[in-house]
C-alpha cells in the first residue's frame, strides 16, 4: 500500500518536528517514520505535537542517543514504501510537493535527485546560503555528467531511493555523530543503476544557530569523525574500482595541518601508501590553485 517512506530523525526541536510533519501530505500511501534520538520529554511528544497523532506517522526511539545515523538505520527497519527518502526536523518539503510526488511515483530509476532551497529556519521567507549542492545540479544540467550527483552530493536532500536498493545491497547509516549520511549517500551512487534528475525544487533546507552544520568543526573529536568518515568512503570507492578525484578526506588533513600539525602528521602515517601519494597530488593541486602553503 505504501509508495513513499519518510524518515525523520529528531533530537529536541519538537516545534520544529511539527512544521517538517505539516509540510507532507497525508495520504495513505504515505508512510511518515519519525526516529527520537533520546530527546529529553520525548514521552510526552504525543501529546504536545499534535502532527504526531496524524494517521500514518509512526513514532519511535533509539535505545543510544548521539546519532543520527542510528536514527535513520532504525526507520529503515521500519520502512514499508516503495521509494524511501529522508527529511530533517528542522527542514521541510515545498508547498506543491503531493503534485511533485505524483509525476515521479512510477519513475523507473533508482534514485531521484530533486533539487533544494535554502532558507532561514526562523523566518522561511529569507534566503540562506546553506545549499552548497546546486553546482552539482547545474554541471549535470549541462554536461549530463552523473559523477557528482552521485559520488559527491553527500547530503540526503531530496533524494529518493528504491527501497529494493538499499535492502539489496544492505546499505546502512554509519552510526556516527557527524557525516552520518556520507557513506549512505555515496554507497546508494554507486550501486544505483539508474538514476533521474528532476527540474522540481522539492526540499527546503533551513539554517540555524546551533544546528550541527552551524556549528560545523568546533573540536577534534568531530574532525575526528568526519576524517574517518571520509577515508571510509574512499575505502568503499577503491573496493569498487570507482575511480574519482574528489579525495575527501584530503580536505581534512589539510584543515588539521593548518590547526594542530602534530595530529596532522600522526594520522598522516597511518595511511596507505595510496593514499599518502593521493593527498599529495591533492596538495600539489591546491598550491596551484591557491599558492597554498604547505
Request: hydrophobic share 40%; aromatic share 16%.
Amino acid at each position: 500500500m505504501m509508495k513513499y517512506s519518510i524518515i525523520i530523525p529528531h533530537y529536541n526541536i519538537p516545534h520544529l518536528l511539527g512544521r517538517c510533519i505539516a509540510s507532507i501530505p497525508e495520504r495513505e500511501d504515505i508512510q511518515i517514520i519519525v526516529v527520537d534520538d533520546c530527546s529529553p520529554n520525548a514521552q510526552d511528544y504525543r501529546s504536545t505535537i499534535p502532527e504526531l497523532s496524524r494517521p500514518f506517522v509512526e513514532f519511535y526511539s533509539t535505545p543510544i542517543g548521539g546519532s543520527a545515523g542510528r536514527a535513520r538505520n532504525l526507520g529503515l527497519k521500519h520502512a514499508t514504501g516503495e521509494w524511501v527518502t529522508f527529511l530533517d526536523a528542522d527542514d521541510l518539503f515545498v508547498d506543491n510537493v503531493e503534485q511533485i510526488l505524483d509525476k515521479y511515483q512510477y519513475q523507473y530509476a533508482d534514485i531521484i535527485y530533486f533539487k533544494s532551497a535554502s532558507v532561514m529556519s526562523d523566518d522561511l521567507s529569507k534566503v540562506s546560503d546553506r545549499n552548497i549542492f546546486n553546482y552539482h545540479f547545474d554541471t549535470y544540467f549541462k554536461t549530463h555528467n552523473e559523477q557528482l550527483l552521485r559520488l559527491e552530493f553527500d547530503a540526503l536532500w531530496g533524494k529518493f531511493i528504491k527501497r529494493s536498493l538499499i535492502d539489496q545491497h544492505r546499505i546502512q547509516f554509519d552510526e556516527v555523530r557527524y557525516s552520518n549520511d556520507t557513506f549512505f549517500s555515496a554507497a546508494i551512487g554507486v550501486f544505483a543503476k539508474n538514476i533521474y534528475v528532476a527540474q522540481e525544487t522539492i526540499y527546503i533546507v533551513t539554517e540555524r544557530s546551533g544546528s550541527l552544520t552551524a556549528e560545523k568543526m568546533k573540536s577534534l573529536d568531530e574532525w575526528n569523525t568526519r576524517y574517518h568518515s571520509a577515508l571510509h568512503v574512499q575505502d568503499f570507492f577503491d573496493k569498487h574500482h570507482v575511480s574519482f578525484r574528489r579525495y575527501a578526506y584530503a580536505d581534512f588533513l589539510l584543515l588539521m595541518w593548518q590547526r594542530d600539525k602534530s595530529v596532522f602528521f600522526k594520522e598522516f602515517s597511518k595511511l596507505s601508501f595510496r593514499n599518502k601519494r593521493r593527498y599529495i597530488y591533492y596538495w600539489l593541486r591546491e598550491v596551484l590553485r591557491k599558492n597554498q602553503p604547505f
